[in-house]
């Protein structure tokens, strides 16, 4: 069974930092890509950023020049470092990861959750 685990979410400042961090476990073979989704209360899911085992990234354009993902493809771990924070980046982060050889082929996290106070 491939299983998803964050950690890194708590209460930050605005201005603060944070780190996320996501590690796959279970019968994988290869990981295509990982990424990041958060959902705020009474909004849509949305991408955060997502990062390709052969590191070709991509950001939401709300967090671009502030997050950044990255990986360590020998652990099967994604990171989100997250730079200056702001109220809006509230929400319940969620890690996904995409294994062509899995059924199906998508897993998410439980979510955790980083709360920006002002």
């Known amino acids: 069974q491939v299983q998803l685990v964050e950690s890194g979410g708590g209460l930050v400042q605005h201005g603060g930092s944070l780190r996320l961090s996501c590690v796959v476990s279970g019968s994988i073979f290869s990981i295509h890509a990982m990424g990041w989704y958060r959902q705020a209360p009474g909004k849509q899911r949305e991408l955060v950023a997502a990062i390709t085992r052969n590191g070709n990234t991509n950001y939401a354009d709300s967090v671009k020049d502030r997050f950044t993902i990255s990986r360590d493809n020998a652990k099967n771990t994604v990171y989100l470092r997250m730079n200056s924070l702001k109220f809006e980046d509230t929400a319940v982060y969620y890690c996904?990861?995409?294994?062509?050889?899995?059924?199906?082929?998508?897993?998410w996290g439980q979510g955790t959750q980083v709360t920006v106070s002002s």
């Open positions: 996904n990861a995409d294994i062509p050889s899995a059924w199906p082929r998508n897993f």
